[in-house]
């Protein structure tokens, strides 16, 4: 099949959550079909990015999108009522560019990325389906929860407006996915009316993320994740304010590490906290994270799976985590994490992988041997193939198989 895959942000290099899962989706359909990618650019290194992605798939339209012009559509998205995301990833230049694509040159089948650029895709006259990933309505009400004054109204409004957005595309298109069962009954709550749905997971290259050959340090915790996202960022300030006193107390030696790109000026000053790293952008997290005794992850605002997990189980490293995190794997991979959200449950699981090498051991083998065998990427996109087939046969998809 001729393939049109538009997502959001452009894919190449994959150097954040919200790229990967469309990376992957890319590559693994390229293998079996002609796909040709539509996004944008918005800077230098995306722009780079699309000369290299140019060279593995069979086409790639990506115009360039400018501040100023980025500002004026927000302006006029917040006039007419549209949603913050909407109007950021869907400003005049990439709804032209698309709609010249579409009447340039047919295709057998559309797969877009994430609600924000499902407008986009609606007058397409193949089949269409698109991959909500996470229910993003869903994220702004959470941080409309920790948010405090205007911030606060603005998030309200923002959830409210993509979650009409939602359930106006779940309506309209042909099938509709998400990344787990549990944002796929949110998806059909939203909108009982949509004809089709399914999900899919994210997964993990466990090749790529491997145990490092020496040993790891038993006084160094750490986190990885962009550091302008505000979950990762209430994450890590919790933490240090929460937890890192007490666990300092019994080990002095002990340091957190702050692994990822972009920092905000919040997260720059944990640094000046005793035994507290921020490395900002780094050429490899692989070295940083495999050295490390745990990866804390004590998230509170942020919803679906977090591929920073698989890939720090799949290095054998153990997880501390939310409990609402957890339920987003593999009912197999969340067994083997430790939950916590009390700051008490939290730095009582920190000392206890610190102290005790055995149970850190168990966690370590047991949690990449389970996400070696649960949450593969080309396990999951099977289902992908799956839904395709479905949609190109128009068959009923079978939901929440």
Not at 1 to 23: E, Q, S
Not at 136 to 152: E, H, I, P, V
Not at 199 to 204: I, L, R
Not at 314 to 332: F, H, I, K, N, W
């Amino acid at each position: 099949m001729k393939i049109l895959f538009v997502c959001h942000r452009f894919p190449y290099p994959a150097d954040g959550g919200g790229k990967i899962r469309a990376l992957k989706m890319i590559e693994h359909l390229q293998r079996e079909h002609d796909v040709h990618v539509f996004s944008m650019t918005r800077d230098s290194n995306e722009r780079e990015g699309q000369r290299q992605l140019t060279l593995q798939v069979a086409g790639c339209t990506a115009p360039a999108v400018s501040q100023f012009e980025t500002l004026c559509s927000l302006l006029m998205g917040w006039v007419t009522g549209k949603s913050a995301s909407e109007a950021y990833f869907c400003p005049p230049s990439v709804r032209t560019a698309m709609r010249r694509l579409l009447d340039s040159q047919p295709f057998d089948m559309v797969v877009a990325h994430c609600s924000s650029i499902g407008p986009l895709i609606v007058s397409a006259k193949a089949p269409r389906l698109l991959d909500f990933c996470d229910m993003d309505s869903m994220k702004w009400s959470l941080f409309a929860g920790q948010g405090r004054g205007l911030m606060r109204w603005v998030h309200l409004r923002e959830s409210k407006a993509v979650r009409q957005l939602e359930k106006t595309l779940a309506v309209r298109l042909d099938a509709c996915t998400t990344a787990t069962p549990a944002e796929l009954k949110i998806l059909e709550d939203i909108a009982p009316e949509a004809a089709q749905t399914g999900w899919f997971g994210n997964g993990v290259d466990s090749r790529y993320f491997s145990p490092i050959e020496r040993g790891y340090d038993p006084m160094q915790l750490c986190f990885v994740g962009r550091m302008d996202y505000l979950p990762n960022i209430d994450c890590v300030e919790w933490f240090v304010q929460n937890c890192w006193s007490s666990i300092r107390a019994k080990h002095p030696g002990a340091r957190f590490v702050i692994i990822g790109a972009a920092p905000t000026e919040r997260v720059k000053a944990l640094s000046e906290i005793e035994g507290i790293e921020v490395t900002g952008t780094v050429p490899d997290v692989r070295p940083h994270l495999g050295r490390s005794v745990a990866m804390v992850a004590p998230l509170r605002i942020a919803r679906g799976v977090q591929n920073k997990l698989l890939e720090a189980m799949a290095m054998g490293v153990p997880v501390v985590t939310s409990r609402q995190c957890a339920e987003a794997l593999d009912p197999d991979v969340s067994s083997c994490v430790m939950k916590a959200d009390k700051a008490e449950e939290v730095t009582l699981a920190c000392l206890t992988l610190i102290d005790n090498a055995m149970v850190r051991r168990e966690r370590s083998v047991i949690g990449r041997k389970l996400v070696r065998t649960r949450s593969s990427w080309g396990a999951n996109l099977r289902r992908l193939d799956d839904l395709l087939w479905d949609l190109v046969s128009m068959n009923p998809i079978q939901k929440g198989v």
